[in-house]
């Protein structure tokens, strides 16, 4: 009996000494600029070939560093034509959620 008394007291000291995690209390990282009035879904922003029916976006590539709201069309055109989008994650180039960006 005493010894179970004795090892959960260790038990609980240890535990006590060695957090699980230490959390970071910043905020994350805004939204891209070009797609800051697009929501916070639709914060990726992303050049496409084709945006279907302001739902799904094929051949994306992602925007060069530095694109702002005011730029962020003609950087798309400049890639050969593609059109300016706010997605969410692409996944293999594939923006399967894709909206045209409110610029």
Do not use: H, W, Y
């Given at each position: ?46 050049c496409c ?41 692409p996944i ?12």
């Amino acid at each position: 009996m005493q010894f179970s008394l004795l090892a959960a007291a260790l038990f609980t000291v240890a535990a006590m000494a060695n957090p699980l995690e230490v959390r970071n209390s910043q905020p994350p990282p805004p939204a891209p600029a070009a797609c800051a009035n697009n929501g916070a879904l639709f914060s990726v922003a992303q050049c496409c070939t084709t945006i279907v029916l302001g739902a799904a976006a094929l051949d994306c590539v992602t925007t060069p560093l530095g694109t702002n709201a005011n730029n962020f069309k003609q950087v798309c055109e400049d890639q050969g034509g593609r059109e300016a989008g706010c997605c969410v994650i692409p996944i293999l180039g594939q923006a399967l959620l894709c909206e045209a960006a409110a610029i």
